[in-house]
């Protein structure tokens, strides 16, 4: 993997992107941008699942209207989050901290995945369950953390 990210940073195509202040801003733009929109719309399906916020709709309402902005959020962030690595690959690779970031990312994924398939069921039962709510706090928790972590990154590790 190493050797990936030394070839990385000496990729023609990433070295172009680095050296431009313009591009380089317009990706932090994007992936800062990313991140507000997946972990905002996230955060408020999570809160509507455990019962704290919308409650005058229908969680599958909420979900519907949302899910799309997170899937653009979360694709905005992978994409401009990996031309933002490439540049200093070898140095994010190395990083613990970084590392940690992408797991707490990772899971908080998964997580938001899992509510997403099971707000449909929501919309089914009468009471919301409480395996359910605790399924999104997990969420929310793990979105808390993984931007506590990204914010670790630099701050710790000396990268980014």
């Known amino acids: 993997m190493l050797q990936f990210c030394e070839w990385l940073e000496k990729n023609p ?3 172009a992107i680095d050296s ?4 380089s801003l317009i990706l932090e733009i994007l992936h800062y941008s990313g991140f507000f929109l997946l972990v905002g719309s996230t955060a408020i399906v999570d809160l ?8 005058r709709r229908a969680p599958v309402d909420v979900a519907k209207q949302l899910f799309p902005w997170m899937w653009t959020g979360l694709c905005m962030a992978v994409f401009s989050g990996f031309f933002m690595f490439a540049a200093d690959a070898v140095d994010f690779y190395l990083a613990s901290c970084f590392r940690t970031k ?4 990772l899971l908080a994924v998964v997580f938001g995945v ?3 398939s099971i707000v449909p069921y929501l919309d089914r039962v009468s009471s919301l369950p409480l395996w ?3 399924v999104a706090f997990v969420s929310l928790v793990l979105w808390i953390g993984s931007i506590l972590a990204s914010l670790e990154v630099p701050a ?5």
Do not use: D, E
């Not at 509507?48 to 409650?55: H, S, T």
């Open 114 to 116: 899992i509510v997403s």
């Open 102 to 105: 992408i797991v707490i990312v």
């Open 132 to 134: 359910s709510k605790i």
């Open 48 to 55: 509507r699942v455990m019962g704290l916020a919308a409650r």
């Open 156 to 160: 710790r590790c000396g990268v980014g």
């Open 20 to 23: 431009s202040v313009v591009i």
């Open 13 to 15: 195509w990433i070295v």
